[in-house]
């Protein structure tokens, strides 16, 4: 079983053509629902009580949600605007709310997951949990300049408790403080992780893992919407094709981060998560014959 753990929240979205506000987002939601495209994962999270339920609706038709608290309060909220580009995001606003005083726990029939998806979280409630778990095959973890900012070293600490490490290529260098990725992804090993997949938006990723490095392309597209959850929708296909096939050799990752790639670039294809909600598993497996014919020589 796979499990996700992290936020559920209402986001506010600014790109150049159009403002989305409190929609349904999250770094676990976005991941959770990919990876569901694979398998049936289990939700860990919290909302507050003005969660409104035709988002409760969509979370229970994709996922598990026996792991899922409503706490009194508000709903952990985020704004962000995209520039002309969509390539670069500010942060005007990160509200807690529930978020801050969630004491989560492991729900009984989660505990024997064997996969485990730290979504992007405070690091000290995504540590404490990773522990629930009885027999972890594999874990892996993500994290946003917030979190680097406000808790670099439960940050460093969560990343020694997984098997992967999935971080953007800015949020890389903010918490290495190297200026180059192979040296990023140096460090973040040195603490500890097995791999590290360090995403570079639009243009794919690199894992790095031992002494090796494999690089990846991002599924080329013509017409971006919302780059919102793309990272989280990579990471989240990534562990949820791990997930079913049960494997965790190098080559079975390599194969989940052409997976990742696909699911990424559905998701920046629509606004907040319509990418993903509308996908059947049919476009997903049209697409990775696509990618495939895309990266053959
Ligand atoms: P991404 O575009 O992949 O970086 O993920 C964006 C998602 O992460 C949004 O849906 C946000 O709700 C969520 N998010 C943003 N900041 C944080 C944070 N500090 N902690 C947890 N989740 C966050």
């Not at 339920?53 to 704004?79: A, C, E, M, P, Q």
């Not at 603490?191 to 690089?215: A, C, M, N």
Request: glycine share 8%; net charge positive; aromatic share 10%.
């Amino acid at each position: 079983m796979l499990t996700v753990f992290g936020s559920t929240a209402l986001d506010t979205i600014r790109t150049p053509k159009k403002t989305l506000k409190n929609v349904l987002g999250g770094a676990a939601t976005f991941a959770a629902i990919s990876a569901s495209f694979f398998t049936k994962p289990g939700l860990i999270a919290v909302v507050g009580t003005d969660f409104p339920k035709k988002y409760h609706n969509i979370l229970k038709k994709y996922l598990d949600l026996d792991g899922l608290s409503v706490l009194k309060g508000k709903t952990f909220r985020y704004d962000g605007k995209y520039d002309e580009t969509l390539s670069v995001r500010e942060t005007l606003k990160t509200e807690l709310n529930v978020l801050e005083y969630f004491k989560p726990s492991v729900p009984k029939e989660y505990q024997k997951s064997d996969f485990v998806y730290l979504a992007n979280n405070d690091p000290v409630q995504n540590t404490k949990i990773i522990k629930e778990f009885d027999n972890v095959k594999f874990s892996m973890c993500d994290t946003i300049e917030f979190w680097i900012k406000t808790k670099r070293n439960d940050v460093v600490k969560m990343m020694k408790s997984v098997d992967a490490v999935v971080i953007n290529d800015e949020e890389a260098k903010l918490l290495t403080k190297e200026g180059n990725l192979i040296k990023c992804a140096k460090k973040i090993m040195s603490w500890g992780t097995r791999y590290v997949i360090i995403k570079k938006g639009e243009h794919g990723s690199l894992l790095f893992y031992e002494d090796q490095i494999f690089p990846s392309v991002g599924f080329s597209l013509e017409s971006v919407l919302d780059p919102t959850g793309a990272g989280d929708s990579f990471a989240g296909a990534m562990i949820g094709y791990l997930a079913s096939k049960k494997k965790t050799s190098a080559s079975e990752i390599k194969k989940s981060i052409v997976y990742g790639n696909v699911m990424g670039s559905f998701a920046v294809e629509g606004y907040g998560l319509e990418g993903l909600l509308r996908l059947k598993k049919s476009n997903i497996i049209r697409r990775v014959k696509q990618y495939e014919k895309m990266i053959s020589f």
